[in-house]
T-cell receptor, first 111, second 113 residues
Framework: GESVGLHLPTLSVQEGDNSIINCAYSNSASDYFIWYKQESGKGPQFIIDIRSNMDKRQGQRVTVLLNKTVKHLSLQIAATQPGDSAVYFCAENMGDDKIIFGKGTRLHILP | KAGVTQTPRYLIKTRGQQVTLSCSPISGHRSVSWYQQTPGQGLQFLFEYFSETQRNKGNFPGRFSGRQFSNSRSEMNVSTLELGDSALYLC????????????FGSGTQLSVL
């Protein structure tokens, strides 16, 4: 997962700036990685995914980067908007189709 | 298509009781996974069912159990509730058995007093 300890890391970003959320995954055998967004009172929602044979994938305003050498995953959100305020989770398929989530990062948008 | 539906939305129980939570997946989805979410531990994997068979299980005690029916609907049960079982229980469904693109319900908030 992307954090250790009991506290949820927080990232504060000015509206309109780019956000970068980082995640360290645990299993070298993981072959599929996903980013989810969870808004208050809702379940996590799929944002974007990437397979281990890729190192970059782009979506609408979002880009996921994968560095298998250091087992690192990042989510970049371009031109951050107030609606991007949420908790973001990275998740990995451990190779047996069991999807394991990191502890999450809270993205806070500054006006 | 309707999304993943979880019932009830909120539940209050006392220690020692048992509870059953229900999940209706998206129509056509055959895989259902359950997660426990707490502020301290984040999202922890409980178990996953595909075509009525438990395929994967997380590191939870035997008090936590589940099942899946032929219509893909799933239930999870927690017996002999403890205070530490207070959490948001999330159900997610996916179309295939590789669990790409999980679709989550809004969860059942369980409070154990």
């Amino acid at each position: 997962g992307e954090s250790v300890g009991l506290h949820l890391p927080t990232l504060s970003v000015q509206e309109g700036d780019n956000s970068i959320i980082n995640c360290a995954y645990s299993n070298s055998a993981s072959d599929y990685f996903i980013w989810y967004k969870q808004e208050s009172g809702k379940g996590p929602q799929f944002i974007i995914d990437i397979r281990s044979n890729m190192d970059k994938r782009q979506g609408q305003r979002v880009t996921v980067l994968l560095n298998k050498t250091v087992k690192h995953l990042s989510l970049q959100i371009a031109a951050t908007q107030p609606g991007d305020s949420a908790v973001y989770f990275c998740a990995e398929n451990m190779g047996d189709d069991k999807i394991i989530f990191g502890k999450g990062t809270r993205l806070h948008i500054l006006p | 298509k309707a999304g993943v539906t979880q019932t009830p939305r909120y539940l209050i129980k006392t220690r020692g009781q048992q509870v059953t939570l229900s999940c209706s997946p998206i129509s056509g989805h055959r895989s259902v996974s359950w997660y426990q979410q707490t502020p301290g531990q984040g999202l922890q994997f409980l178990f996953e069912y595909f075509s009525e068979t438990q395929r994967n299980k997380g590191n939870f005690p035997g008090r936590f159990s589940g099942r899946q029916f032929s219509n893909s609907r799933s239930e999870m049960n927690v017996s002999t509730l403890e205070l530490g079982d207070s959490a948001l229980y999330l159900c997610a469904s996916s179309q295939g058995q590789n669990n790409e693109k999980l679709f989550f319900g809004s969860g059942t908030q369980l409070s154990v007093l």
